[in-house]
């Protein structure tokens, strides 16, 4: 079945820092999504992307639909504490899968 | 908007009981999801209504778990009886329609010792 591949699988950074992850596909995907799950909550739609090479911006974060329909990028700019959770990709929207996770931690 | 309602939020029981969640999804979604979600893990669907109508349940472990939607709006999953395995966090979630983004509760946590 299909696999979404998330790197890196945590990340350890500083307040202020930017950051960047990744999602691959085994297949086509035809939507993206990004998640943000805080402990003891259900994931919480950040960004959502529907065209190849779509760039889209919610505050500081930035995300955007791979060229190839296989992956997607989420950078984070300025981190901040409460930037702490675990993030998920996930599509295409009929079924969604979700990733394995990138767990994030901020440092103040 | 309210959001989805899920109850109970926690929840302990022992192997080859029985336990059973319930979902109150955003008035007006047609599409009802629930997802298993286990410790360190990503989610994974068990089952997706359109209405009252099963859409997928292809993951979903018929020998010991059923869902019903019976009349568009409310659900609830069941597990008889559980295993040890079975010991996660169950979301539901809801969307408009197929090709909308979903809303999820705050999780169901189960724990079977």
């Known amino acids: 079945g299909q696999q979404l591949n998330q790197s890196p699988q945590s990340m350890f950074i500083q307040e202020g820092e930017d950051v960047s992850m990744n999602c691959t596909s085994s297949?086509?995907?035809?939507?993206w999504l990004w998640y943000k799950q805080d402990p003891g909550e259900g994931p919480v739609l950040l960004i959502a992307?529907?065209?190849?090479?779509e760039l889209t911006s919610n505050g500081r974060l930035t995300a955007q639909f791979g060229i190839t329909r296989k992956d997607s990028f989420l950078n984070i700019s300025a981190s901040i504490p409460s930037d702490v959770g675990i993030y998920f990709c996930?599509?295409?929207?009929?079924?969604?899968?979700f990733g394995t996770g990138t767990r994030l931690q901020v440092f103040p | 908007e309210a959001g989805v309602a899920q109850s109970p939020r926690y929840k302990i029981i022992e192997k080859r009981q029985s336990v059973a969640f319930w979902c109150n999804p955003i008035?007006?979604?047609?599409?009802l999801y629930w997802y298993q979600q286990i410790l360190g893990q990503g989610p994974k669907l068990l089952i997706q209504?359109?209405?009252?109508?099963?859409?997928?349940d292809s993951q979903l472990p018929k020998d010991r778990f059923s869902a019903e939607r019976l009349k568009g709006v409310d659900s609830t999953l069941k597990i008889q009886p559980a295993k040890l395995e079975d010991s996660a966090v169950y979301l539901c979630?809801?969307?408009?329609?197929?090709?909308?983004?979903?809303?999820f509760g705050s999780g169901t946590r189960l724990t079977v010792v």
């Open positions: 979630a809801s969307s408009p329609g197929q090709n909308y983004g979903y809303t």
């Open positions: 297949s086509i995907f035809n939507t």
């Open positions: 992307l529907y065209k190849a090479g």
């Open positions: 996930a599509g295409p929207l009929d079924k969604l899968i």
């Open positions: 008035s007006g979604h047609a599409t």
């Open positions: 209504f359109q209405n009252n109508g099963v859409v997928d």
